[in-house]
Structures are given as C-alpha cells and as structure tokens.
C-alpha cells in the first residue's frame, strides 16, 4: 500500500539525483548519452529504496513478560508470516506487563500509520481507548490470543484465539472423569480476562480456588507450596500456563504430593512432565496461528478490497496428552 509520504520521498529522491545538474549540463549530458545512465542508476537505486518504503508494515503488541516461553511462538508466526507476503514486522511487549505502559506503546505505534496492528487484549478497561483511537486514526486492527468478548465493541476487525471458557470448561470436565473433585487454579496474570475464564470454566466442573502465582518462576513455586500445604485437601491442580505447569510440577515434587495435574499451552518442559506421567494433559491454543494468521488477514483486507473472514477464528482448544505427546513435542516452543 503506497502512502501520500511514501510518494513525497520518491519525489525528493529525484530531486537529489538530478539536483547538481543544471540544465546546460543536462543537455549536453543527453548528446552524450550520460543523462541515460545516470537515469538508469537512478532507476536501480530507486528499486532498491523502494523494496522497503513501499512494503506493507505490520505491528504486533503483546502483554507477554518476556519470561513466558508462549510468546515467541506467536512472535515466530507473525514474523514468518509477514516475510512470505514480503511485509515489514514490528513485534512490542511490555516486560513489565504493566497495561498504562501497554496502552502507551499502542498509541505510540498507531501514530507511525503502519497498515495494521495485531493486539492482545488482556484488559479490555485499560487498552480499550488506545485499540479504539488506533481505529479512529484509521489503522486496522485484529485483536488477538485474549478479549474475545470485546474485540468488536473496540472496532477490531476480528478476533484470533481460544474462547478460553470453553476451553476451561473442557479440561475441568476432563479432569472430573479422571478423579478430580476439588483443586487449585494457578494463575501466572490475575488481571488477565483470559486466564481468569480458564480457571472459572475449569471450576464449573470441579470446585477451585485460585491462586495468583505471578509470572516469576520462582515465585510460582514459592506460592504454589505455599497454597498447596494451605489446602491439602485438594486433588487437583490446573496451571493456566507452561511455566507455571512446571514450578507448580517442582512444588508439588518437593512437597511430596500427587495429585490430578493438568495444564494450558504447550513447552518442552511440559511435554516432558506428559511422557513422564506427571501432567495428565495440557491445553493446546496453537499460539503460532495467533501470531500467523492475523498477519494474513490484515495483507488480504488491505490488498483485496477489505476481503475478510465471516467470523472470529478459534485456535484452539485442543488436547496433547500421551497418546499424541510424542508427534508434538518436536514443536513444542517453536511452532506449537
């Protein structure tokens, strides 16, 4: 898509070019044949130039504390995506996972005019105002991984994820026909709607309590210990998240305690503690299409006269346990 200021730099390009000749010169260049190769040259140069001032930019944002091994798959896909359409790919997230410092970097990205943002939107209150002025200002915008339920009030095109209640629901009904009748929900973002759902849709079918972990390591396991000798009646543990799946493993192995374990997202440490027997399964969202096909979209809607899917795209859920551990776990932080 070629801007009004892309074509304002093309111009001044020409006038660099030819800017030290004057027209005596130039003449006299013509009758000898040197004002063609120099057009030529100009010509290459221009090529060259125009490759990326001409390319389509794409920004993706992201809640992701840089300790979650989630999130550089979904950045893997948009960037795998945005290099087979030949676009530019910026990918933004905020380490502090503070939503102030993630609406700034929303606002600040949207005024560069890139031809689409990709957004994860775990508090819909507090980005809200910068997904709806990004739309206002004219730049298309695809929500993605959580927010479902207020992408399109915010004016997103559409909405690339998990329902994550449903698939809350799907692993508490799971673990409830595998023995589970009371557990703790361990929960990396208390803030994020998204795991929230997962942990409530996991309690619709075994009661929960949650606990909030943080995204520290060590800290999940300092307060999954904490929880679990607080609550010895429990016999059942859902992790919402690969990292935590693994401190809360090294909590409960510490503590001595065997419990139904289950998990959401895929790493290879996980799918290790599923060969092992030590995770009963974990929910597969296929992060890599949050990141991919968002990315697809966008390029579609901007070249194809806003050509776009007829609803929300799920990613997931999906199960990976042991019968199908052993075919994922190649992928497992990479593509899965």
């Known amino acids: 898509m070629i801007k009004k200021n892309q074509l304002k730099v093309v111009f001044v390009f020409f006038i660099m070019i030819f ?9 006299k260049l013509i009758l000898k044949g040197e004002i063609m190769k120099k057009l030529i040259l100009s010509i290459a140069a221009l090529a060259l130039f125009a ?10 944002i992201t809640h992701g504390e840089g300790k979650d091994p989630f999130w550089p798959v979904v950045q893997k896909g948009g960037e795998d995506a945005a290099r087979a359409i030949g676009a530019d790919f910026e990918y933004i997230y905020n ?20 031809d689409g943002m990709v957004i994860s939107l775990p508090d819909p209150d507090a980005l809200g105002p910068a997904i709806k002025a990004a739309v206002a200002a004219g730049v298309p915008v695809i929500t993605m991984n959580s927010g479902l339920e207020s992408s399109a ?41 998204a795991l929230v759902d997962r942990c409530e849709g996991y309690g619709s079918a075994v009661p929960m309590q949650m606990t909030d972990t943080t995204s ?17 009646d429990v016999n059942a543990v859902l992790s919402v998240g690969p990292h935590v799946c693994e401190a809360v493993d090294k909590a409960l192995a510490d503590l001595g305690m065997t419990v139904h374990h ?8 996980v799918m290790d503690l599923i060969g092992s027997g030590r995770v009963a399964f974990t929910i597969d969202q296929q992060q890599r299409l949050q990141g991919y096909v ?5 390029h579609l809607y901007n070249n194809s ?11 997931g859920p999906g199960f990976v346990d042991k019968s199908n551990a052993s075919s994922v776990a190649a992928l497992a932080g990479i593509d899965r």
């Not at 490759?51 to 993706?60: D, G, I, P």
């Not at 095109?157 to 929900?185: D, F, N, T």
């Not at 520290?216 to 010895?232: E, F, S």
């Open 19 to 27: 800017s030290q000749t004057s027209y005596i010169s130039f003449f």
């Open 51 to 60: 490759t990326s001032a001409f390319a389509e930019r794409y920004v993706m």
């Open 95 to 114: 380490p502090s996972a503070d939503m102030a410092d993630m609406a700034s970097s929303i606002q600040a990205a949207a005024a560069t005019q890139p």
């Open 153 to 193: 009030s915010l004016g997103a095109l559409m909405h690339v994820g998990q329902p994550e209640l449903l698939a809350g629901q799907k692993a508490g009904e799971r673990a409830k026909a595998e023995g589970a009748s009371k557990a703790l929900c361990m929960i990396q973002e208390a803030y994020n709607t």
């Open 216 to 232: 520290d390591p060590a800290t999940i396991q300092t307060r999954a210990t904490a929880a679990l000798q607080a609550n010895k």
């Open 262 to 269: 289950s998990c959401f997202d895929l790493s290879p440490a």
């Open 294 to 298: 968002p990315i697809i979209v966008l």
């Open 305 to 315: 006269a806003g050509l776009l899917p007829g609803a929300n795209i799920p990613s």
